[in-house]
């Protein structure tokens, strides 16, 4: 693993480190933010997937968790959202390929080659974080803004002992029934597969809920609502009585200035959940 | 004024707006942040100047100053920091021409039609925004980071009745006697101009003193320390008693996640400076 940068942050460490991802067959960067301490016990560990077009970089600089994060003692680990590089498929007009991995693995060429994001979070990166810094495996959270809160909610629902907590910022909610998420998984995983139903987190949670409580944040003005499909997904949420907290913020957009906003209560969120 | 993008932020709004400048002769782009709150009276205001190569983008995404100003109902203007366009001279090489005004107003050709940014901040930009506005032309603040640190010295040493309190992040403080302003001076003013002295922030403090208190924090390991020359400022203000503080902050470099660190000091720095 190569270290890329490291900048002092709030009395902690903002580091960047690159590796080699054998999933996904190119090398991967990710950031990770450690909080100060005398590291006498492993820190809890919080995860933020980014959307659309992102890399590590965007939260890592612009969604401002790391004041939080220090005070409170909790590592932030902002992993890119696809494999990258020269090699790897892209088709930027349709929003697949680099910077829009879904956090699935693809079935179908030319992206299952290298587009393994379900397995590099779930797995690789999972033990490449877990053993080269002093994080609790048994105390990890995951959070995401767009389709990077798909991916949390997706992960989160699936894997509930891993990610024992969960929030989403503006999250893709129902991708089985949006123009973000069929366009994808048709080209992820070809048009005839029960795929997709293991990825739309309304429908997870519609069969497994969760057993910890689910905080979202969403705009009112966000411009992209109708390709988020909430509403579905707050539907389930009454219906099967899940725990949690849906705020719709009047007047926020989609963007950082929203995410920023209302980081601190999300990191609040997970710090509590992870206590219990 | 063109309305460029508003976004909802701490409940106050980021707007980035467009103009054309009669100084810079080109359209420029800035970023203001109204806190919320129900403007019976016109808010205070810190003017923010960023560094070389940035935008007015830069300081408004990254440096996570929304917060405490929506906190305590300040106003923050992110000016670029230099004209702009394919018309507009440029010499990337060498940190001249656009995004490396300096705040100073050029006499040299072929900056002097454009690099006018000392106007431009002082004069134009600022009549700009105190008429469009809800923000109070008699409590009004300045800082910035590196070479918009020496811009908020230099105009707030020059101007103290408009700049009625000051701060500077890692600083360029003595640029008559470093590569970061011999260069820049040479090219903009020419090699026999004594407008250099005018422009450093060092010789100023000397000269004039600032009547308020000067807040400067600056990182140990800050990878342009040579360039800043701090020690110069610091002396000066400890040989003429200057009201203020010089924070070396242990373990940070130059970059945003410093000035992120430490943004909230300022903001009440400013905060506390005003209400006087």
Redo the contacts between chains.
């Keep these: 693993m190569e270290v890329v940068s490291l900048?002092?942050?709030?009395?902690g460490t903002?580091g960047v480190y690159k590796h080699h991802s054998t999933v996904c067959q190119c090398d991967m960067t990710f950031g990770l933010f450690l909080p100060p301490g005398e590291k006498k016990k492993p820190f809890p560990v919080l995860w933020f997937l980014s959307g659309l077009t992102c890399t590590h970089e965007n939260a890592m600089?612009?969604a401002?968790a790391?004041?939080k994060a220090a005070e409170l003692g909790m590592a932030i680990v902002f992993p890119d959202t696809s494999p990258r590089g020269k090699d790897v498929p892209d088709d930027d007009d349709n929003y697949l390929g680099q910077g829009a991995g879904f956090y699935v693995d693809a079935t179908q060429k030319p992206w299952n080659k290298n587009f393994k994001m379900w397995s590099y979070i779930a797995h690789e990166l999972q033990e490449e974080v877990i053993s080269n810094f002093p994080v609790d495996q048994n105390s990890q959270g995951i959070t995401g803004h767009s389709m990077g809160g798909h991916g949390a909610l997706t992960l989160a629902l699936t894997m509930p002992e891993t990610y024992r907590s969960v929030s989403a910022f503006s999250p893709i909610a129902n991708p089985t029934n949006s123009d973000w998420g069929q366009k994808q998984f048709a080209a992820y995983f070809g048009t005839n597969s029960k795929l997709p139903e293991q990825h739309d987190a309304t429908l997870l949670l519609d069969r497994n809920g969760y057993p910890g409580e689910i905080l979202i944040d969403l705009?009112s003005?966000d411009q992209f609502m109708d390709l988020l499909r909430p509403d579905a997904f707050v539907s389930v949420m009454e219906n099967t009585g899940q725990k949690g907290t849906f705020n719709m913020r009047e007047?926020?957009?989609h963007?950082?200035?929203?995410v920023?906003?209302f980081i601190n209560d999300h990191i609040e969120h997970h710090f509590r959940s992870l206590q219990k």
């Design positions: 900048n002092k942050c709030f009395g903002q600089t612009k401002g790391q004041q705009g003005d007047g926020y957009d963007g950082y200035f929203f920023t906003t």
